[in-house]
């Protein structure tokens, strides 16, 4: 064997030690039902893992709360880290929706300030950003988001005149960090999520800044949605609103699907309220003001239609779930039954 064919087999060899350690990508169900079939493949529903997860839409659509609601579905007792580009979150907030969510863990948000000649100074963005990337590897570390790109400025923005173009080297910061964070999610064992939130970038629809990061930004992710408001005061007067999820790229299975969630603010997203709106835009259920689901009569497979209260009263209820479970169970089976006669 001469010294180029052991050249390329060393390489070889090389090349299926790294393509071997890579980790499958793992599905969690959020509860959130028609989101998870939208972001769901070959019958698996649910957010893949391994990947870097982008929600864009215009402002106070739900992307953050979102976000820190399907880290805390899955992350458990483990830590979220929350890299605040725009230094504006409330992590009370955060540690609310998460909680509802079911975590139980820490939330450490990144420090956006330093101290710099005994005074305090925001930090530059790269160094927050490569921070939240570190931290990935930490075993005690379920997921990462980063709030948001839309905000990232570079140092060399910060050393130019205000007004001067800089959104080249921004793009280039964060496909360099994108590129990264793949690799480093699909080589480790436990599996992890790194959502990016952004504003929606005009060429895609409403007003807002432009997204930084570029076309390999847009490639690279393994999900990609945008969000925006559908309902925006449901019920009337309580500020709860309905948000339509549509699934732009899905790396790993059919994009165009669209998922709704309910959110209530100061609480996060409510997996009841969302259950109810998914069997409204499904048919499943009509609202006016009281909510009729469609059910079962029997084992005559007759359908009927079965009052479940007002609006309202649900909204009420889905914030102590516990105490009113089986007035949500009918919206639940319902689901289940179209699920199994309409698969993934």
Known sequence: ?????????????????????????????????????????????????????????DEHTGKSTLAYYLVGRRAGNKRIVVCDLEASINKEYVEAVTHNAG?????????????????????????????????LLDDEVSGAIVDSYGAFASEVARAKPIGERTMGQEAKTLNDVAKRVNTWLRLNEDPKWYFVINHTSPNIGGQGFSTPGGRKTKYLA?????????????????????????????KYGAKGRKGWVYFIPGFGISREMTAVTDCIKLGLAKADNTIKLEVMDGDDKEWKWMSQGRIGTLAEQALEPEKHQKTFEPFYEALARYNKENPV
């Open 222 to 250: 393994i999900v990609r949605a945008w969000i925006r408001r559908i309902e925006s005061d449901w019920p009337k007067d309580t500020g709860n609103f309905v948000a339509e999820v549509a699934i732009q790229k899905l």
């Open 103 to 135: 975590h139980t863990g820490e939330i450490f948000l990144v420090d956006y300030t330093e101290t710099e000649k005994k005074q305090e100074v925001p930090r530059p963005h790269e160094k927050m950003v490569q921070e939240t990337v570190d931290y």
């Open 1 to 57: 064997m001469n010294d180029e064919i052991r050249g390329m087999e060393e390489i070889r060899r090389r090349a299926e030690r790294v393509i071997g350690n890579f980790r499958p990508v793992e599905r969690t169900a959020s509860g959130l039902w028609s989101f998870d079939r939208a972001v769901g493949f070959r019958g698996e529903l649910g957010t893949p893992s391994r990947g870097i997860i982008e929600l864009y839409g």
